[in-house]
């Protein structure tokens, strides 16, 4: 059985895939030399990868060889030269104390000779051959740096590296490349008319036969966003030597490269203005965003509850700011952690917030005055005058027939978009975006027509009795439907602040909602009848604080055997009728909110598991 010698195959940048040291150049030296002493060559080909200041494990193929070599599958290994192993000193020696400690053999080049690393001399050899070749590199890079920090101060504006979008080279020079400097314009006035970058992308992607220079897979929002902030379309990009000293990189020499320029400065001023302001607003908005987020606070503690994402498990929980802060200042929060109630237990956000929700809903229903409020805002103020009626009734009317042609354009676009997916003129994540996109426009439009024609219909019946009471429970009945930022505008104009605090006898968390009303238990009286024979009533003040207990939940909701046997026709017409990957049938199963059978979101691994159990359940 022939002797199994690594080669290890390694280039540190694109350029030298096609040059003199190419993967498939070094390979075939590798095996000729290996080939030709009677062993067997195993390749390891770390492809393109820089190893300069690169450590160990940033390099899973080398990590790959070192582990052959400990568990004693191969002994000997073959380099092109021994940057192969690594430039960075702190590198190379790692791999050579396992090479010592193992006893491989080493080879080097297109040379036959064994270097034995328990012989003195040719350790001293391989030692001194490194750190050759690792100054050799070191002042090549030097030089390339050099030559173009020489060549920028001699007015050259291009030393090579991808041409940005925009320009193109003339004799070493960026210039306006003509029809992409229009396009970057283009992308500018865009932004500065409030279009978003996600707009941008898509008139990118679909509406021009542009490129970007890297990606094949379209337009990229953060490259669009680098563009909109560089300066090289202001004419002007700054230039840095960087050089790292000890464990920091200083910059060396800065030289300002003067291109032409493609924006105008009112222009470019006002792009700015909006980005930062965009970011701004963006830092300003949490992450995990919450429905009572801004109303809950823990009763024991007095603080506000955070939400947070344990890294077991993919629930979101109202945690108490306690917890986190204790160590930070425990003169402050030390006495508030040790009463705090939530520590030993954390409501989930999911769970509490529809249980809340539906709560305050109920209430609402129930309440005299809000039935009162009501009832006045929806009879009183939609009556016009009688000469009125007509005009703004003609009015909706012509409004509703013009979203509804819009709302057959957006369709008409959404159908055309997933016939490009079917007949592959569009790429599947490109499409899949598309009809995100026309998706959330269709369902807006449709919301705003169904206002209109309610409106409609009050005009429409101004003389007739609108049965108020039932509007007003479907109206309430809706709210869960909202958005979550309109969601929250609706409990703004009803609640004050929530209370949670945890009862471990009764393994549940009581929950106490303040409304800014008195509208708990509020009662209707009648004093007497009004002049047209109808009741005369007044509404008495209720209280405003009321209860919830919401019991801790120790198991799992499991999926019913229906909605199993759904789940399992979706992902088997998925997966044999579409032929789609794991990953793809997830990202579908959670754009149509078709939860595990343990209601969460669905990953590969969760769905590979499940997979092989139905195709075992499929094949009985």
């Known amino acids: ?206 509406k ?50 003067k291109v032409p320029r493609l924006v105008d400065d009112e222009l470019w001023n006002k792009v700015q203005k909006l980005m930062t302001e965009q970011i701004v607003n963006r830092n300003n908005k949490k992450v995990l965003d919450s429905l009572f987020d801004g109303f809950i606070h823990c009763k024991s503690c007095d603080s506000r509850l955070l939400t947070r994402r344990r890294n077991t498990t993919t629930n979101r929980y109202y945690s108490c700011r306690t917890s986190e802060y204790k160590w930070k200042s425990p003169s402050r929060w030390g006495e508030k952690y040790e009463s705090c109630t939530l520590k030993k237990k954390s409501p989930r956000v999911d769970e ?17 005055s809000i039935r009162e409020e009501f009832k006045s805002k929806k009879l009183s103020p939609k009556f016009d005058e009688e000469k009125n009626i007509k005009k703004n009734t003609d009015k909706k009317r012509k409004y509703i027939n013009q979203r509804r042609k819009y709302l057959d354009t957006l369709e008409t676009e959404l159908v055309e978009v997933e ?81 949670v605090e945890y009862e471990p006898k009764i393994q549940s968390h009581k929950i106490d909602i303040e409304f800014k009303y008195p509208i708990i238990g509020d009662k209707m009286k009648f004093i007497g009848k009004k002049s047209d024979g109808r009741k005369d009533y007044i509404v008495s003040e209720g209280q405003t604080t009321m209860n919830l207990i919401v019991p801790t939940s120790k198991q799992r909701k499991r999926m019913d055997d229906s909605d199993r046997e759904k789940l399992n026709r979706k992902i088997l017409e998925l997966k044999l009728g579409e032929e789609l990957s794991l990953n793809e049938i997830c990202k579908e199963l959670n754009r149509l909110k078709i939860l595990t059978p343990t209601n969460k979101e669905w990953d590969k691994p969760k769905l590979s598991s499940y997979y092989k159990t139905l195709k075992s359940d499929v094949g009985k």
């Open 1 to 206: 059985m022939k002797e199994k010698t690594g080669l290890l195959l390694r280039v540190s940048s694109k350029p030298q895939e096609t040059d003199g040291k190419s993967l498939e150049v070094q390979e075939k030296i590798g095996r000729k030399v290996v080939e030709s002493l009677g062993f067997e060559p195993v390749i390891f080909n770390e492809g393109v990868q820089s190893s300069y200041d690169v450590l160990i494990n940033e390099r899973p193929i080398l990590v790959e060889l070192i582990e052959e070599i400990t568990k004693k599958r191969i002994k000997k290994v073959w380099v092109l030269n021994t940057d192969r192993i690594g430039r960075y000193s702190e590198s190379w020696y790692s791999v050579l104390k396992v090479f010592l400690k193992y006893k491989v053999g080493f080879y080097i080049g297109e040379s036959n000779k064994e270097y034995d690393l328990k012989n003195s001399v040719d350790k001293l050899t391989i030692g001194v051959l490194s750190l050759i070749s690792q100054y050799d590199n070191e002042l090549r890079r030097m030089r390339s740096v050099l030559g173009k920090r020489n060549s920028l101060k001699n007015g050259q504006t291009y030393v090579g590296s991808t041409i940005p979008f925009g320009y193109k080279v003339e004799k070493k020079m960026l210039v306006p490349h003509e029809e992409e400097s229009k396009e970057v314009k283009r992308i500018f006035q865009m932004y500065s008319e409030g279009k978003s970058t996600m707009t941008i992308k898509y008139h990118l992607d679909v």
């Open 419 to 499: 016939f490009d997916i079917r007949t592959n003129q569009m790429s599947k994540s490109k499409g899949e975006k598309l009809v995100g996109k026309f998706n959330k426009m269709i369902s807006e439009v449709y919301s705003e027509i169904g206002r209109l024609e309610e409106e409609l219909e009050i005009y429409s019946n101004s003389s007739k009795w609108i049965d108020w009471l039932d509007s007003m429970f479907n109206e309430l009945d809706k709210v869960n439907s909202y958005p979550l930022k309109k969601k929250k505008t609706f409990l703004k104009e009803y609640i004050k602040r929530i209370d």
């Open 352 to 368: 509490t917030d529809t249980k809340i929700l539906n709560h305050i809903l109920t209430t609402l229903k129930e309440s005299k």
């Open 208 to 257: 021009t036969d542009f490129e970007p220079r890297r990606s094949k897979m379209g337009w990229n929002i953060g490259t669009i966003q680098k563009m909109l902030r560089n300066t090289l379309y202001k004419g002007y990009q700054d230039w840095e030597w960087k050089e790292k000293v000890g464990d920091e990189m200083i910059v060396v020499d800065t030289i300002q490269i």
